[in-house]
């Protein structure tokens, strides 16, 4: 799995990948193990959702976008932090909270389609390099699990474009509301 920088690309590589494309119309058994999954990391309270990204950087500032869509919704015991690209700046923050669980959300290409989407605990990112953060993403999930005495977990979106440009493609944008809808259902219901 590559994860986009500024400067080219980042890697990670996985133990696993699951992949969920925003192609597909109807769910198969990936799509609904990671929706599952997704959900399921959804029912932790307190729950700290932390975005990643570059909103100048098209596709990698989907997270902006779903942290204020959470936000706007102002569900219980969930703290949306956007952390732009510098998260690690977040890490004391986040485990003063005392979460239940951390999902952070950001962009990776892993070798998917674009509009993809994947779910990972922090033990499945086996290698990063090359990263644009201070604090690759595996250190700091493990810092906060440390910390916080609480799982990290990661949702990633397969970018189209991360060129400068501070629109999302149709394909992610697509990925985005669903992922949103999916979200958002979720903690209604955890109420």
């Given at each position: 799995?590559?994860?986009?920088?500024?400067?080219?690309?980042?890697?990670?590589?996985?133990?696993?990948?699951?992949?969920?494309?925003?192609?597909?119309?109807?769910?198969?058994?990936?799509?609904?193990?990671?929706?599952?999954?997704?959900k399921s990391i959804l029912r932790h309270h307190p729950l700290v959702i932390l975005g990643v990204g570059s909103e100048l950087r098209g596709d990698d500032a989907w997270t902006y976008?779903?942290?204020?869509?959470?936000?706007?919704?102002?569900?219980?015991?969930?703290?949306?932090?956007w952390g732009s690209t510098m998260p690690e700046n977040f890490v004391k923050p986040i485990s003063s909270l005392s979460p239940s669980a951390v999902l952070i959300c950001d962009s990776a290409d892993f070798g998917a389609t674009p509009g993809s989407y994947n779910v990972f605990s922090a033990r499945d990112?086996?290698?990063?390099?090359?990263?644009?953060?201070?604090?690759p993403l595996r250190m700091m999930a493990h810092e906060i699990e440390e910390r916080a005495k609480c799982p990290v977990f990661f949702l990633f979106v397969q970018p189209k474009n991360i060129e400068?440009?501070?629109?999302?493609?149709?394909?992610?944008?697509?990925?985005?509301?669903?992922?949103?809808?999916?979200?958002?259902?979720?903690?209604?219901?955890?109420?």
């Open positions: 799995m590559t994860r986009k920088s500024e400067a080219g690309s980042r890697s990670v590589t996985s133990r696993r990948q699951r992949t969920v494309s925003s192609e597909t119309s109807r769910p198969n058994t990936e799509q609904s193990r990671a929706i599952n999954e997704l976008h779903l942290v204020e869509r959470i936000k706007k919704s102002k569900p219980k015991d969930v703290h949306c932090i990112i086996t290698d990063e390099s090359a990263f644009t953060h201070r604090m400068f440009s501070d629109e999302l493609t149709p394909i992610v944008r697509n990925s985005l509301d669903k992922i949103a809808h999916i979200m958002l259902d979720a903690l209604a219901a955890a109420q």
